[in-house]
């Protein structure tokens, strides 16, 4: 019972058939003349809308839209540490991401559950080693990450990976490279890119992937892989990862550009 | 030689806000350009999330809030047996602001979530969100999730909301012998407004001047705050007047008489809008 | 046409005050308007946490707890309120850094509990010997569905009414400190509203003189 917010019954659930989407057993629908459902060719991805400075409070802020997926990005910070956190000669990264209640077929709560504090984990993993913790003592820099609508939440994840590493540039932290990420999933053997949620499956021998990488060095920060899967095609999945997100990296500088000469 | 106590305008605004804030009002203007009654730029983008059954974006200047409209199933209360339930929450996060620290929400998150719940009771059709009286009935969760704070939220939180009503789709509900509901695959059913309702947001400054939809910076100088809201015939439905100002009755009726004008200009907003979808 | 208690429709209950009442806090007063009843309690100024001191002011927390239950987001709202009502009659720039809490306890509900609530506050303010800039009065009313504005309605009345409205005046200027009006209502019955609350808060104001007027006098302090 959350007396901080207006209440309503206490259980609510959705009325049948709705919920069939999310059952186990749906299959993605076959490739057709070597297209996907969406006229996409497997290793495509969704055109990226990304828009830097939108929340004028913070200090760095970055909007994404990949598809259907919209995300908002951001960052508040350097800004001090509590004083019960204690010294610390480095910097430190602390992520908050939410999926918005409406985000999702299913509602969310309103509270984090664990796969939300599992991504939060994620991001901050993932942006650690491209900043220059060094360089900010006793500080820590704070990043709200809020999905607004998920078509996939492999997709969403790698959406917000980009979209804090954005937001970070936008904010002036300093940092080594921008992370740029990008996800995947395989269906019936065959790898597919940056899915939306009509094809996910959760048919035995399915799997996902998304892989954060900092293009210009060309060192991966973070690779979260779910599913059985061979090596040989694992290391074909990063390879086509790694491309995607060379091209990921060329929108976001594009973004950053137009958003400081916008600025002048 | 520029006198040692002459400051850039930046550091004249950090270090002494209100007397920043005067030197403008005494040129009747504001420091972002508007006039006193002047309202920010408003947008207004309906059914744009597809996973909501019904969703709307506002930008009142750069004050932004995006409401998702989920619609489930419940069984109704005990002493309303033939009503639906409406449940508008606010979530005013740290990611909009400085101001607010993460956790569950805050004490103005908390009075514009009450606000929001009391004023639609005004519009809201309950007994159309039943599907059978004593067993089942739609529960209506409004989300609202500001994404950028800057002033008056209560104005732009009930514009997103009434056009995300507007917007809403909710599946044919039935409920079957097993006491199991059942809905229909298209999402046909409009929700019932019986009439819109819009607010709109003033400040009173040092009891003489009143400026509307006084923005972040605004907001800590004003020492009152009045929200009016107005139908479209003309009926007032709240008028709420906070912070420890003093406030006439004419400034009141002042404000009561932009609320109106406003009233026209968003509503006009808001068709255009539906017209789109 | 007289109403269900016989009373007219400009006519308030009976007021009662006991101040006073909490020996532990500086200043308590239980205010009623005929059976609605509400405590509240002033502490300060005493010594603010660091995150919510402000420089130049002292900084007022306001509690609310309603009859039965916890406190949910009405319970914010009404809170709300006697902040706004305490920062009218505070002096608050006498006391920097500071903090004063007010704590407001509904003792009983028979209609115009959250005036009775402000008028409670109020009236611990000034038994906390606070210096105040002006002793705000608020009085209820609401519009009957024949559209009959009834001053200081009972709950029975508040439950049919088309709109209910919550004036509080000061003393000093006779101007509208505190507003709440919800429902479906005019802007002139918004006016009429206004000025017969106004007239009420007059006989607030007076009833606070008299029962201050009691309590200096068992004190031995006024003659």
């Known amino acids: 019972m959350d007396r901080r917010r207006v209440q309503g019954p206490e259980t609510s659930v959705v009325p049948f058939p709705l919920l069939d989407d999310a059952a186990p057993g749906v299959v993605a629908p076959p490739l057709q003349a070597g297209k996907r459902a969406g006229g996409r060719r497997p290793e495509d991805m969704r055109p990226i809308f990304l828009r830097t400075g939108l929340i004028s409070q913070a200090s760095g802020s970055a909007y994404i839209e990949m598809g259907r997926t919209k995300v908002a990005c951001a960052v508040y910070g350097p800004r001090q540490i509590k004083k019960q956190q204690g010294f610390s000669e480095q910097g430190r990264l602390y992520c908050e991401f939410k999926f918005a209640t409406f985000a999702c077929k299913k509602r969310r709560n309103h509270q984090r559950d664990s796969q939300e504090k599992e991504f939060s984990q994620v991001i901050v993993q993932a942006l650690t080693p491209s900043i220059r913790l060094e360089k900010l003592p006793k500080s820590v820099v704070d990043i709200y990450v809020t999905v607004v609508e998920n078509d996939g939440t492999a997709s969403c994840l790698a959406a917000a990976i980009t979209a804090a590493s954005t937001a970070l540039a936008d904010a002036g932290v300093e940092m080594i490279d921008l992370v740029a990420a990008a996800s995947l999933a395989y269906q019936q053997r065959r790898p597919e890119g940056d899915a939306p949620t009509g094809e996910n499956t959760r048919e035995a021998g399915a799997?996902?992937?998304?892989?954060?990488?900092?293009?210009s060095l060309g060192d991966v920060t973070h690779l979260l892989h779910r599913g059985p899967v061979d090596w040989a095609q694992m290391s074909r999945a990063v390879e086509q990862c790694i491309d995607v997100c060379a091209k990921i990296h060329a929108v976001m500088v594009h973004s950053l550009r137009e958003h400081s000469a916008a600025e002048q | 030689m520029t006198s040692p106590y002459a400051f850039s305008a930046e550091t004249f605004k950090r270090v002494q806000p209100s007397e920043y804030y005067r030197k403008f009002l005494e040129q009747d203007v504001r420091p972002d350009g508007r006039a006193f009654s002047q309202f920010r730029k408003t947008?207004?983008?309906?059914?744009?999330?597809?996973?909501?059954?019904?969703?709307?974006?506002?930008?009142?200047?750069?004050?932004?809030?995006?409401?998702?409209?989920?619609?489930?199933?419940?069984?109704?209360?005990?002493?309303?047996?033939?009503?639906?339930?409406f449940v508008p929450n606010v979530e005013l996060g740290p990611l909009c602001s400085a101001k607010f620290r993460p956790g569950p929400p805050g004490d103005l998150a908390q009075v514009v979530s009450e606000r929001l719940r009391k004023l639609s009771e005004e519009y809201i059709a309950f007994e159309e969100l039943c599907i059978e009286p004593e067993q089942a009935a739609w529960v209506v969760y409004a989300d609202l999730v500001c994404l950028n704070h800057d002033g008056n939220v209560l104005d732009a939180c009930q514009l997103a909301l009434l056009a995300a009503l507007k917007n809403a789709r909710l599946p044919e509900a039935q409920i079957g012998e097993d006491g199991i509901v059942r809905a229909g695959e298209a999402f046909t059913r409009a929700i019932t407004i019986k009439r819109p309702i819009l607010a709109a947001t003033f400040g009173l400054y040092e009891g003489r001047s009143l400026l509307a939809d006084p923005n972040a910076s605004e907001e800590p100088l004003l020492d009152s705050l009045v929200t009016v809201c107005v139908d479209d015939a003309e009926h007032l439905h709240a008028v709420w007047k906070s912070n420890g100002g003093r406030c006439s009755l004419e400034q009141l009726q002042r404000c009561v008489e932009l609320a109106r004008i406003r009233f026209t200009e968003l509503s006009a907003l808001l068709e255009s809008s539906a017209a789109d979808q | 046409m007289p109403r269900k208690d016989g009373r007219t429709t400009t006519q308030m209950r009976a007021m009662s005050a006991t101040q006073g009442a909490l020996e532990r806090a500086d200043g308590s007063v239980r205010f009623g308007f005929g059976d609605t009843q509400t405590m509240c309690a002033v502490n300060g100024p005493v010594e603010a946490r660091l995150?919510?001191?402000?420089?130049?002011?002292?900084?007022?927390?306001?509690?609310?707890?309603?009859?039965?239950?916890?406190?949910?987001?009405?319970?914010?709202?009404?809170?709300?309120?006697?902040?706004?009502?305490?920062?009218?009659?505070?002096?608050?720039?006498?006391?920097?850094?500071?903090?004063?809490?007010?704590?407001?306890?509904?003792?009983?509900?028979?209609?115009?509990?959250?005036?009775?609530?402000?008028?409670?506050?109020?009236?611990?303010?000034?038994?906390?010997?606070?210096?105040?800039?002006?002793?705000?009065a608020a009085v209820a009313c609401a519009i009957s569905p024949e559209g009959e504005v009834l001053v200081d309605p009972t709950a029975e009345e508040e439950q049919c009414a088309r709109s209910q409205h919550v004036f509080a005046f000061d003393n000093t200027s006779q101007e509208m400190v505190f507003c709440a009006s919800t429902g479906k209502f005019t802007a002139e019955e918004l006016a009429a509203c206004h000025d017969l609350c106004r007239a009420g808060a007059a006989k607030v104001h007076a009833f606070y003189r008299v029962a201050l007027e009691r309590k200096l006098a068992e004190e031995g302090i006024v003659a």
């Open chain 1, 207 to 215: 799997a996902d992937l998304v892989l954060a990488q900092m293009p």
């Open chain 2, 43 to 85: 947008i207004l983008n309906a059914g744009c999330i597809s996973t909501a059954n019904g969703s709307a974006v506002v930008r009142i200047g750069d004050t932004t809030v995006v409401c998702g409209i989920k619609a489930e199933v419940a069984e109704p209360t005990l002493d309303q047996p033939a009503a639906g339930y």
């Open chain 3, 51 to 136: 995150r919510e001191e402000q420089l130049d002011r002292a900084t007022v927390e306001a509690v609310y707890r309603p009859i039965i239950g916890l406190p949910g987001v009405r319970a914010k709202e009404i809170e709300a309120a006697v902040q706004t009502v305490a920062e009218a009659s505070l002096l608050a720039g006498l006391h920097p850094r500071t903090l004063v809490q007010v704590t407001a306890q509904c003792m009983s509900d028979a209609g115009s509990s959250v005036a009775a609530t402000l008028n409670a506050t109020a009236m611990a303010l000034m038994d906390a010997g606070l210096p105040l800039r002006a002793v705000p």
